[in-house]
Each structure stands twice: as structure tokens, then as C-alpha cells.
């Protein structure tokens, strides 16, 4: 009901557009010859020379609001008749009735505000010189004193529609403009989407892989790490779909209710690292300088960059260990991930993770770049612009400094379990890695 009632609200407004004008300019017609015909019977003028109003009269006065009635087929058309009803009427020498020029006036002006203007001045040009031949062959005397008040009309009246279309053409502009930046809002969301879905699904999709393959190759010789194995898997799941219910709202619009997981950012880098190295990649974070509160973009972006390095060594490298080194600078935060493990393969092109990362720093102004690392391995080393905030804020806790090596520890408890238990707490069971990579290291980053 409501689409056909939208479709149908245009088609209204157009008729309405084109049977107003024609009747209002109709009702003061007939309204201005009665009150002429009334005054003339009461009050008659012995030695006038124009004809009385006729049939003929009537006939010429209606045709102008009859042409109003089809203009939107085409205005000049519309404009020609209306000009040749008053050169005739004129011509014939009926009597200068008050709104005999209306029909004529709106037909002109919307002639010039349809962009017609050439044409429409031609018509009048034509017009004139048509009328005055008239007069002159019939042997009337011409208004020479109403030639000047008649010109500076048609002047208005031609000014008035090119404004009119002016301010229509601008109004169109600005509707395009508000449509051009309302598509474009709709495309940047939707690139910010695809970027934050292909880092959660790479993240969590690659650990319930290893983890399935912990609990497939263990599942006969030891049990219980299978059973952690699936445990990991559990919450990695649950994890993802929380993520991608949160994102995916967005697109659908219809939450009813705001999402209750923070934004992700720093403060939950070490439950992403735990969650690394329960997945068999000893990883080390290593701090320079103070760290501070982040704007969210930088603080976001900074999560996701080392989230899908770390996703990319753990699936491309071969890598032992990875180091992410956070150096805090008085306005910006540079970020590095290296690993040991092979490089990058001769003749790699950049993956979509690559590409997305260096689309995340360059939205919020900074830069990213990835190769070879300084000895072996791959390194991904972003500078990203961070403000400081206001002095009065908490600078925020001490400088961890360098932490020591950690090797790949027990999995995280099931949290449905223990509630206690977070990610990456300590248990009795030794990790184990089961090799899952491609044959060609580096060839998707």
C-alpha cells in the first residue's frame, strides 16, 4: 500500500502542476470579461471603437487557458497559440480587457524556465511585428505611449523565468550533490564492513582450523587436549558469530538493541595474543615509551592491523615466533609485526589482507608498508597518527616493557564452565603444533 500510494503521489503532483495554472488563469478570464461586459452595459462609452465582446471574443479569450492545459507536451507550441489568441483579438479590434495577456504571461515564463528562452523570445519578436503590421494595414492608430510599460513587462516577465530556472537547476544540483555524498557515505560503510568481516573471519576462521586439526590428530592418543581443542573451537565460534551479528546489524539496520561488545582496541591485545599462542604461534609484545588513550579510529585500526598480520604469519610464514613492538611517540603510534618464518615467495603479489591494511591506516592518515624483514622472516610496520589527548587525562598504565618469550601455552578454560577462566589462562596441558600452511609461504598476504 505505501509503494503504490509513493508511485502514485508524483503522477498527482503533475496533473496538479498542469490543470492549477490553466484554471486559475481560466477563472480570471471569465472573471475580468464579466466584470468588463457589466461595466460596459452600465456605464457604455458613446465614442469607443472597439467591437463588443462576442462569441468570437469569448472563443479568443478561452484559447489561451485551453493552451495552458497541454503545455507540458511543449511549452513554445503552447506559448505560440496563446500569442496568436491576443494578436488576433487585438487585431480584430475587441476592447483591452484586464486579463486578456495572463494565458500569455504564464506561458512565457514557463516557456523560459523550461530552457526554452531563445525560442520564446523569438515567438515574442514575431508577435510584435505581426500585431503592429496589423494595426498599420487596418488603418487603427497605434499605442505608441504602452509600447514602453509593454516591453519592460515582457522584460520581467523573461527575467522571472530565468531566475525561476536557476533556482530549480541549483535545487536539482544540490539534490544530486546530497545523493552523490549519501552513495558515497553508503559505499565508504560498506568498504569499512568488508574490511572489518574479512578480518574477523580470517582471525577466528584460521584458529578454528588449527585448532580442528589439534583435535583431529589428537583425538586418539590423548583425549583431554582434544577436548580442549574443542573447547577452543567453542569459544572461537561464539566469538565470531558475536562479531559478525554486530557488523552485519549495521548492513540489516534493525538491532534492537546497541551492541554490548566494545569497539575493539589495544586493551584487548592480550587476550588476542593469548588467543595466538594457544593456536601454536609463541608470539611477544614488546612497548616503547608511555602508553595513552587513542583516538577509537587509530585505536581500532591498530587492533585490526596486528590481528591479520598475525593471522597471515600464522597461515603463510612457517613462522617459530612473532614479535609486535607498540612504540608510543609524542603524536603517533608506530606499530610493528615481524616473524622468522620464510618471507615472502619471489614474485608475491599483495592478498586482500595487505591491501585492507594499508586501506585502514590510510583512512585515518597513515601509511603501511610490508616485505622481507631486516634478517629473514616478514615484517609489517605501520605509523599512525595519535594525537596526544588532553593533558588532564590518565596517561594510562606504566610502560610494560620488553616481556620475555612466551611458548605456546595450554588453551583457554570454557568460560561456560569457568567463568573465571579467560583467554589464555593457565592449564597442565602441553601444546601441541600441527603444521597447516600452504606450499607456498607468502603467496596471500
Not at 463588443?52 to 503545455?71: I, K, M, S, T, W
Not at 491576443?86 to 500569455?104: D, T
Not at 616503547?288 to 604469519?313: C, F, H, K, M, W
Request: charged residues 20%; proline residues 9%; glycine residues 10%.
Amino acid at each position: 500500500m505505501s509503494r503504490v500510494t509513493a508511485d502514485r503521489r508524483p503522477r498527482w503532483g503533475g496533473i496538479a502542476r498542469t490543470l492549477v495554472p490553466a484554471l486559475v488563469v481560466g477563472l480570471f478570464t471569465l472573471g475580468g470579461s464579466a466584470f468588463y461586459a457589466v461595466r460596459t452595459a452600465q456605464y457604455p462609452t458613446p465614442d469607443t471603437t472597439a467591437l463588443p465582446l462576442d462569441g468570437l471574443a469569448a472563443v479568443l479569450l478561452a484559447v489561451g487557458p485551453v493552451a495552458l492545459l497541454f503545455r507540458h507536451l511543449n511549452r513554445v507550441v503552447a506559448l505560440t497559440v496563446c500569442a496568436a489568441a491576443v494578436v488576433v483579438y487585438l487585431g480584430l479590434g475587441y476592447p483591452l480587457v484586464g486579463p486578456l495577456g495572463f494565458a500569455f504571461a504564464v506561458a512565457l515564463v514557463s516557456a523560459v524556465a523550461a530552457g526554452r528562452h531563445h525560442r520564446a523570445l523569438a515567438v515574442v519578436v514575431v508577435a510584435l511585428g505581426v500585431l503592429l503590421g496589423w494595426l498599420l494595414v487596418a488603418g487603427r492608430p497605434v499605442p505608441w505611449p504602452a509600447a514602453g510599460p509593454v516591453l519592460a513587462w515582457l522584460a520581467a516577465l523573461v527575467a522571472g523565468g530565468a531566475l525561476w530556472r536557476v533556482r530549480r537547476e541549483r535545487t536539482a544540483q544540490a539534490r544530486r550533490a546530497a545523493e552523490a555524498e549519501r552513495r558515497r557515505s553508503a559505499d565508504a560503510e560498506r568498504l569499512r564492513i568488508a574490511q572489518e568481516l574479512h578480518d574477523v573471519l580470517g582471525h577466528h576462521v584460521s584458529l578454528i582450523n588449527v585448532q580442528a586439526g589439534v583435535a583431529l590428530y589428537l583425538m586418539d592418543d590423548d583425549p583431554e587436549q582434544a577436548r580442549t581443542a574443542l573447547t577452543e573451537i567453542k569459544r572461537a565460534s561464539r566469538d565470531l558469530l558475536r562479531e559478525m551479528r554486530s557488523t552485519l546489524g549495521v548492513l540489516r539496520g534493525v538491532d534492537e538493541q546497541a551492541p554490548r561488545a566494545p569497539t575493539p582496541g589495544l586493551d584487548r591485545l592480550d587476550a588476542l595474543l593469548d588467543e595466538v599462542r594457544a593456536a601454536g604461534l609463541p608470539v611477544r609484545r614488546d612497548t616503547e615509551g608511555g602508553p595513552r588513550p587513542l583516538p577509537t579510529g587509530v585505536d581500532l585500526a591498530a587492533y585490526r592491523i596486528v590481528q591479520e598480520s598475525l593471522t597471515n604469519t600464522r597461515r603463510h610464514a612457517r613462522a617459530g615466533t612473532a614479535v609486535v613492538t607498540l612504540r608510543f611517540g609524542a603524536d603517533a603510534l608506530d606499530l610493528t609485526v615481524d616473524d622468522d618464518g620464510a618471507g615472502p615467495a619471489p614474485g608475491a603479489v599483495d592478498g586482500t589482507g595487505l591491501t585492507g591494511m594499508r586501506e585502514r591506516a590510510r583512512s585515518i592518515g597513515g601509511t603501511l608498508t610490508a616485505g622481507p624483514g631486516p634478517e629473514r622472516g616478514f615484517r609489517v610496520r605501520a605509523h599512525l597518527p595519535a594525537p596526544p589527548a588532553d593533558p588532564t587525562t590518565d596517561p594510562g598504565p606504566a610502560d610494560h616493557g620488553p616481556a620475555d618469550l612466551v611458548a605456546p601455552g595450554p588453551l583457554a578454560a570454557d568460560p561456560a564452565t569457568d567463568p573465571a577462566a579467560g583467554p589464555g589462562s593457565s592449564g597442565t596441558v602441553t601444546q601441541a603444533r600441527v603444521p597447516d600452511h600452504p606450499t607456498t609461504p607468502g603467496a596471500d598476504r
